[in-house]
């Protein structure tokens, strides 16, 4: 039994300008679960499946709308899914990769028919757009996509994927509070006037390390799927600089007509970026039934992975 892709959908804000550059952003006082809602519909209905067919939901996030309950929660009582299980993940960037991979196992084993896995983030509230900040807030913005997973048909296949975390080197790009570990209260006025709420991040070390690993585990991903480069209709490698993408692109000598960097249109989406950009490439003509596509993601924690899928 194998895994497919059936059916995409994303959604987007309106693009606005906000401290001089142009994003999709969330102006309405919305979280992910939100703007998940116009995409998980839009992947049903690609897919030809009602609402009531959705066993079970992956909500990959790492801007979730509330401390707790999950994203998943929101999101599944907007959706009217019943009361199936609904699953937070926090893979930062690669979260849609770990997401793949989850619900991968989960439909090979029989235990659920049809999976719904969301890429969703609300990153605007939680940026500084002052001149203090704009170099990381003008890097993100806001947005949703969604798949459809169930069981292959056809060629019709998730054929390979790896996934990597490597803690050691988290201070190099995360955001420290609010923090359940500092007491007595998870963030204070000196947290807040020394900005630690908000990300921070060593570009350098980001940059040295996505160069390296996104070559890495894509090769891993290939060889896991058992499909050669040549074999790689389109590739979409989400990175929070677009030029550490293309960089990783031009070292695996990719053609710029087969690469899709999301970043470079609709600044980082984290979890989203992939599923955004798999959907554009879909809606668009570019991808479709029988094209195989490599999705490779690289972010905090550190955490990466790619993943080989046949439409």
């Known amino acids: 039994m194998s895994t497919a892709l059936h059916g995409l959908g994303h959604y987007l804000p309106t693009v606005i300008e906000r401290g001089g550059v142009r994003r999709p952003i969330a102006v309405e006082p919305i979280g992910p679960s939100t703007l998940a809602v116009p995409a998980g519909r839009g992947a049903l209905a690609q ?21 707790f309950p999950g994203a998943g929660c929101y999101f599944q009582h907007q959706m009217g899914c019943r009361t199936v299980g609904a699953l937070d993940i926090r893979a930062q960037c690669a979260g849609f990769v770990f997401g793949l991979v989850i619900a991968d196992r989960f439909i090979r084993a029989a235990v659920y028919e049809h999976v719904l896995l969301i890429g969703a983030e609300v990153h605007s509230s939680g940026l500084d757009y002052s001149a203090d900040g704009i170099r990381i807030a003008a890097l993100y913005g806001d947005g949703a996509g969604a798949t459809l997973l169930g069981t292959g048909k056809g060629t019709a296949a998730l054929r390979g994927a790896a996934i990597h975390t490597d803690g050691r080197h988290h201070q190099q790009f995360w955001c420290e509070y609010p923090a359940s570990r500092q007491h007595p209260i998870r963030v204070t ?29 894509i090769g891993e991903a290939l060889h896991a799927a058992g499909t050669a480069p040549e074999q790689i209709d389109r590739y979409i490698i989400g990175h929070l600089m677009p030029e550490v993408a293309e960089a ?42 029988g094209t195989t596509v490599c999705l490779a993601a690289c972010g905090a924690g550190f955490a990466w992975g790619a993943a080989v899928v046949t439409l």
């Open 47 to 67: 897919a030809g499946l009602a609402t009531e067919a959705v066993d079970f939901i992956i909500f990959a996030t790492m801007t979730p709308d509330v401390v």
């Open 189 to 217: 006025v000196d947290d807040f006037r020394a900005r630690r709420h908000f990300p921070a991040i060593n570009f350098d070390a980001v940059r040295r390390f996505g160069e390296a690993a996104l070559p890495q585990v």
């Open 248 to 289: 990783v692109g031009g070292h695996l000598g990719i053609p710029s007509s087969r690469l899709n960097i999301p970043s470079a249109r609709h600044g980082h989406l984290t979890a989203a970026a992939l599923p955004v950009a798999l959907s554009e490439d879909v809606s668009n003509g570019i991808v479709g039934p």
